[in-house]
């Protein structure tokens, strides 16, 4: 698996760009839910998808092309970000996913863990399974965005 990025529209002259996402799942656990962040490395602040934070996570689709079957391609998205002041921002993408493995991991675990006696989950520190904890997260390289004036010559 590989998560991929790059700007495809902007300019050093805005604080908005668009990044185009690339996903790629080689193996053959399909993936059923995905959600994108970003993490800040250095710079200014940078939000995405209209103001969200770094470590913020959104679920981006294409609503033309993913609302038609129900079904999401995670394969490739639109990413918008924005700086909150000039200056050069450097930031990494991030996709947090769920696999059909993991997803069916989780359900046997919670099932166990429900079929518990309730004595064994209130007095032992068996925690009931969350499905977030079977989430898994992949990073891009890191990118950098510029905003800034030009100089009059």
């Given at each position: 698996m590989?998560?991929?990025?790059?700007r495809?529209n902007g300019?050093?002259?805005t604080?908005?760009?668009?990044?185009?996402?690339v996903?790629?799942?080689?193996?053959d656990?399909?993936?059923?839910?995905?959600?994108?962040?970003?993490?800040?490395?250095?710079?200014?602040?940078?939000t995405?998808?209209?103001?969200?934070?770094?470590?913020?996570?959104l679920h981006?689709?294409?609503?033309?092309?993913?609302?038609?079957?129900g079904?999401?391609?995670?394969?490739?998205?639109s990413?918008?970000?924005?700086q909150?002041?000039?200056?050069?921002?450097?930031i990494?993408v991030?996709?947090s996913?769920?696999?059909?493995s993991?997803?069916?991991?989780?359900?046997?675990d919670?099932?166990?863990?429900?079929?518990r006696?309730?004595?064994?989950?209130t007095t032992t520190l068996?925690t009931?399974p969350?499905?977030?904890?079977y989430?898994?997260?992949?990073?891009?390289?890191?990118?950098?965005?510029?905003?800034?004036d030009?100089?009059?010559?």
């Open positions: 590989n998560l991929q990025t790059k495809i300019s050093a002259f604080s908005n760009d668009i990044l185009e996402v996903f790629t799942n080689s193996s656990d399909v993936v059923v839910s995905a959600i994108h962040s970003i993490e800040a490395v250095s710079g200014p602040n940078v995405h998808g209209g103001g969200g934070l770094p470590g913020e996570y981006y689709k294409d609503i033309n092309r993913d609302g038609v079957d079904v999401i391609d995670y394969s490739k998205i990413m918008p970000v924005a909150a002041s000039k200056g050069i921002s450097v990494k991030v996709i996913f769920l696999s059909v993991k997803s069916d991991e989780f359900d046997t919670y099932q166990e863990w429900f079929n006696p309730m004595a064994e989950k068996v009931r969350t499905i977030e904890d989430y898994q997260e992949l990073k891009t390289g890191s990118i950098q965005l510029d905003w800034s030009d100089a009059l010559i």
